[in-house]
């Protein structure tokens, strides 16, 4: 008989955790997240997401044995800002079976409707960040990239009464095909006709490159950018401390106008081969791996990318772009993929495409009314509201893209 148990006991977070394992035996490209950031999470540390407001896990039982899961929660500082009363939901995993799957989607809605919630979006990414965003919805024969979500193609199917909250674009560069003349002339042109360069991080003084990195995305974080919200400078340093032990400095690339950050852009090693090799465990013998195999990487992930409101369109994009593009093919990388762009962002579309990049991956977050009728706009998008289509659009894409 399914029931659905509240995560409680360490036994109960050890089944949470030890699901994926055996659902995605059948799935090679699968890459197990890190097991020690996993325990973390179901003790309620190491995530941003959950700090920020209350939370429960829990998975579905059908005589004792472990078929799903899922945890639920609400971002209090998130929904104060953009004035919106969403709850969220993330880590789900289910066997390919539609009724436990609905039991869980069920129990994570009536969970958040008791809260006082009119919306419930998901899977969002567990730790507030731009990791495991989103459900992959095609290209299932290709390798994830670091930290981008990889899930079973049936998952679909169980969203059929959603629709699409967001949806972000993976786009692929072949490190083989060097950028045109016309995009390098470009790029030199607004350089020079809008005073600013681009220089490496120097991690040596990795205080400073916090602060810069606060500064630049205080000012660059749009208001119809639904789900995020400016870090703290604790959080940047926490951030620039691990992109010094996993990242190069020459992926790792700012712009500056005189003295001034204007823009940043972050680049990584795709560690996946490896953690998959080392089955997401980096003790006993785990971290000798990681750090011996990673000079056979082939493939790095162009991850995050901020501007300044009055430096876009000026070429500050393509420029840092291209800074690191040259960096890592001669590095020996092969292939670039950036990950993930909002669909809203038109800007960086086009900025991927010029580069010559080639979409090839699609992530959608699901979202769907917790009231007896359809939201506004203003509920759902809150600020972004003015951005977005009409509900009857949204319909008609979600449907189009299940074609």
Do not use: C
């Amino acid at each position: 008989m399914l029931k659905i148990v509240r995560v409680t006991s360490r036994l109960d977070r050890k089944e949470f955790t030890d699901l994926p394992e055996s659902l995605y035996r059948d799935y090679p490209l699968w890459v197990p997240p890190f097991s020690h950031e996993m325990k973390a999470l179901l003790k309620s540390r190491g995530s941003q997401l959950l700090a920020n407001g209350p939370h429960v896990f829990f998975i579905a039982k059908d005589d004792n044995e472990v078929k799903g899961r899922i945890a639920v929660g609400i971002e209090q500082v998130m929904n104060n800002e953009k004035s919106v009363k969403h709850a969220y939901f993330t880590l789900f995993e289910s066997v390919d079976d539609r009724e436990v799957a609905e039991a869980l989607l069920r129990t994570a809605e009536s969970w958040a409707r008791n809260k006082g919630m009119n919306y419930l979006k998901g899977p969002v990414s567990p730790t507030n960040g731009d990791d495991y965003r989103g459900l992959l919805v095609d290209n299932f024969d290709d390798p994830p990239a670091v930290l981008m979500p990889y899930n079973p193609p049936y998952y679909a199917s169980f969203f059929d009464s959603f629709e699409i909250y967001l949806k972000y674009l993976g786009f692929q560069y072949d490190l083989a095909n060097v950028i045109s003349e016309r995009e390098i002339k470009f790029t030199e042109i607004a350089m020079d006709r809008y005073k600013f360069r681009v220089e490496e991080a120097n991690f040596r003084r990795i205080r400073e490159v916090s602060a810069d990195l606060q500064k630049i995305m205080e000012e660059s974080i749009p208001n119809w950018e639904e789900d995020i919200l400016p870090p703290t400078y604790d959080e940047l340093y926490d951030m620039a401390k691990t992109l010094k032990l996993v990242a190069d400095r020459r992926m790792v690339i700012i712009a500056r106008s005189g003295e001034r950050p204007i823009g940043f852009f972050v680049a990584l090693p795709d560690f996946s081969p490896i953690i998959r090799e080392i089955e997401g465990r980096l003790l006993p013998f785990g971290w000798y791996k990681f750090f011996r195999l990673r000079k056979s990487l082939e493939r790095a992930r162009a991850a995050i990318l901020f501007v300044v409101p009055d430096f876009r369109n000026k070429g500050v994009p393509s420029a840092m772009f291209l800074r690191a593009y040259r960096n890592i093919q001669n590095m020996g990388f092969k292939e670039i993929e950036g990950s993930s762009i909002s669909s809203m962002n038109s800007t960086m579309i086009a900025n991927a495409r010029r580069a010559g990049g080639k979409e090839y991956k699609h992530y959608i977050v699901y979202g769907k009314s917790l009231l007896k009728r359809p939201l506004s706009l203003s509920e759902i998008y809150g600020p972004a509201a003015s951005r977005f289509v009409s509900k009857g659009q949204r319909n008609s894409e979600r449907v189009l893209e299940r074609i």
